[in-house]
């Protein structure tokens, strides 16, 4: 039997596993990636774990190699490139660096990377929801709004390996203030920081009554919108409804550059389920060109949410 | 050597041709398409020109097959569906009429159809501009904005054929009625009528001079404005600024989507040349989502622009 490590690397945590080719998480750790500000720490502490990692594998001479899911990761380079969440800066040539690392520990074992949300992508189309799906979108509604972009059965990188930002489509003209520069990108909207957005500048609005007024300000977020908006708070279902309305513009856009069969939700805000999906299904039909009406099917994430990534991460060695 | 017919469907004319393996149009020819209001007597004189096309054919048996690009043609099914712009209506099996009715003439021709957007694309990427690119969006300005998307190598289809419609991804939330039945479409603003558009509604919001004023309405046009914005009409480049500024959101959120190396105009409005081209880099550099800037090429199409599209038809058959 072979096997994969697989490695998703986030601005909190990294989650690693050992990988088997049915799939099956064998063996599965984290470290904290925010307790190690320089990368030779931290590849040093990552490298200690993999070497415990393969003495839990049967059969390490059949370890096929190490994929890895990264902010900013990019497949062509091997790199991980300005990544703003995490503790590492500048261009970091992450594949050497631990290939090498790795050689020195005796064991000689390729490195592939590419970003996080083009993993989770990949995760879901080799085991999840987009299974035997050609041409999807997979969206991750996190702290931002990651994307994957499969078309023709393969991930599109792009020229660069930097392809699949929807959340950096711009859906409103001079719109929010963007952490990348510019206004009005979609994350400034539907991802978990803009809907807390929402939420703080409706409450500045006016004076009309909501639960939210109840919550301290820096408990407002994704969680306790929702959990509002589910008791019918009228600010709170005003925040959800913005949310889906751009998302479906932007979603709808990219819907008109790939025309894919499938989008797939994944990320914090995704578990919104339903409260988020049936107003999203519905601005979506609404803001889609009319030939792609009625054929694009919507669902969750079947993966559950680290799994997928670690799970992506280790499909790259196929 | 081997031989392949390529033949364009446009709203007015139907052009096509016989291309040989160096891309030389060996012959070409073309008829009316307006004048053929049902697809029966259209098809009937396209096939009579096609049985004198292969009497110039010198080695007929080389034919390899026909390909078509016509608006709304879907690739996967072999139809026209739902064209605005053609005289016939509906959804018409075009591929199954036309390879019956060439058998009934001896010819047992395969015939292969797309958009006419893709085989312009196709026609760049084997001849043109786009030789030798694996990633690269091309953009039409004509009537509408149509455009081809070729990611890894290959041209997007999507899950139904109809990918590639970056003239209608919504650049303006509630912005201006599209014919396709929604509001703020790319090609509302950015096409040879949205440029019309522009200017008839500058014209109307005050007295300003302009040479566009000394003009017959109805022959206010994107050559015209053109003109007078090399004259250093204010109205007009005020027009043509719109038109770049626009263009520019729509493409930038396309490039986040696939990051293209080279963005392809081609079409009539294109003709601009600089005058459009320079204001819309600017603005394209201004709204790129950071990591793609500074990498992108723009170019005008280097082929005839008819010739783009029977060569791009023509290489359906390789």
């Given at each position: 039997m072979n096997y994969s490590i697989g490695i998703d690397i986030g601005g909190t945590n990294t989650c690693f596993g050992l990988v088997n080719e049915n799939a099956e998480i064998i063996f599965q750790r984290e470290i904290k990636t925010k307790n190690f500000p320089e990368i030779e720490d931290y590849l040093t502490e990552l490298v200690?774990?993999?070497?415990?990692?393969?003495s839990h594998c049967p059969?390490?001479?059949?370890?096929?190699?190490?994929?890895?899911?990264?902010?900013?990761?990019?497949?062509?380079?091997?790199?991980?490139?300005?990544?703003?969440?995490?503790?590492?800066?500048?261009?970091?040539?992450?594949?050497n660096m631990l290939e090498m690392l790795l050689l020195n520990e005796g064991w000689n074992l390729k490195v592939t990377i590419t970003n996080d949300a083009n993993a989770a992508g990949i995760g879901e189309m080799i085991y999840g929801a987009a299974k035997g799906v050609n041409d999807f979108i997979m969206i991750t509604l996190g702290t931002g709004v990651g994307s994957a972009i499969v078309s023709n059965g393969k991930m599109i990188y792009g020229h660069d390996g930097f392809a699949g930002e929807v959340g950096h489509t711009i859906v409103e003209i001079d719109g929010r203030?963007?952490?990348?520069?510019?206004?009005?990108?979609?994350?400034?909207?539907?991802?978990?920081?803009?809907?807390?957005?929402?939420?703080?500048?409706?409450?500045k609005q006016d004076n009309s009554p909501s639960i939210l007024r109840?919550?301290?300000?820096?408990?407002i977020n994704g969680y306790t919108i929702c959990e509002a908006a589910r008791k019918n708070d009228a600010l709170a279902l005003k925040c959800i409804d913005l949310t889906a309305r751009m998302l479906a513009i932007g979603v709808a856009n990219a819907v008109a550059v790939t025309s894919p069969k499938k989008i797939i939700f994944s990320g914090g805000l995704s578990k919104a389920g339903d409260l988020l999906l049936t107003p999203f299904k519905a601005y979506l039909e609404?803001?889609?060109?009319?030939?792609?009406?009625?054929?694009?099917?919507v669902e969750l994430s079947a993966l559950e949410e680290n799994n997928t990534a670690i799970l992506g991460a280790a499909a790259l060695n196929y």
């Open positions: 200690k774990q993999i070497k415990d990692l393969i059969e390490p001479e059949n370890i096929l190699g190490v994929g890895i899911g990264a902010p900013n990761g990019n497949y062509y380079k091997g790199t991980i490139e300005l990544a703003p969440n995490l503790p590492f800066k500048g261009i970091i040539p992450i594949k203030e963007c952490g990348c520069g510019r206004k009005g990108c979609l994350e400034t909207y539907s991802s978990a920081t803009g809907i807390r957005r929402t939420a703080l500048s409706l409450l109840e919550i301290e300000e820096k408990d609404e803001n889609l060109y009319p030939v792609f009406r009625g054929k694009i099917e």
